[in-house]
Structure formats: C-alpha cells, structure tokens
Nanobody, 126 residues
C-alpha cells in the first residue's frame, strides 16, 4: 500500500510560480515511476508531468513543457513540481499518482496509476 499526500497549492497571479510537493509513504519510493495529473471543473483528468523511478527520465505535457519542472528526492520520499510562468488555464486540482505494475510507456494514462493523492488546488488569476 502507498499513501500520497500533496501540498503547496494556492492562489497566484498569472506569471507567478508555485512548487507542489507529493510526500509518499509505504513501499520503497525509489522503485516507482511517478506522475502529476490535473483536473479542472467539468474537464477530464489530464497528464501534466512524470518522472521515472530513478529520476533519469521525465515527460511533460505540451501545454507545460518549458514552464514546469518535475523532480524527486528518493531520500525524502518526495516528488516536486516547480511551476513557473503560470497561466489562468493552469487552474485545476493537481494530483500525484504512482503505480507498480505498468511500464513507462503508459505513464501518461490515468488508468495506469493505482495510487492517488487527495489533490491540491492551484488557482491562477488573470
């Protein structure tokens, strides 16, 4: 069993920055691929960014490429999402997720992740 807890969300003006954190407990953190997803009201949950178990590979949605940076600290069992140059369309509830069964090739699929946090709200004002 894995427990994920997000933090760091809030209200920020367009152009500002936030750093989200995802603290993990349970099985060995360093064995997981991990990802961030987001969901805005009335929209489907969408992939934001992912990082491989060892941190050597990352992936980003086109909409956040160059503005967001994902990282993980296997000592602190924590994953981060540094979000810069925020836009109003980044407003959503942000979730961290992980799974132990599926390959990196499926990292962008919500259905491939079995463990989810409760989410942290990010609101970007124009």
């Amino acid at each position: 069993q894995v427990r994920l807890v997000e933090s760091g969300g809030g209200l920020v003006q367009a152009g500002g920055s936030l750093r989200l954190s995802c603290a993990a407990s349970g099985r060995a953190f360093s064995t997981y691929h991990m990802a961030w997803f987001r969901q805005a009201p009335g929209k489907e949950r969408e992939f934001v960014a992912a990082i491989s178990q060892g941190g050597g590979s990352t992936a980003y949605a086109d909409s956040v490429q160059g503005r967001f940076t994902i990282s993980k600290d296997n000592v602190k069992n924590t994953m981060y999402l540094q979000m810069n140059s925020l836009k109003p369309e980044d407003t959503a509830n942000y979730y961290c997720a992980t799974q132990s069964q599926n390959p990196w090739a499926r990292i962008r699929e919500p259905s491939a992740h079995e463990y989810w946090g409760q989410g942290t709200q990010v609101t970007v004002s124009s």
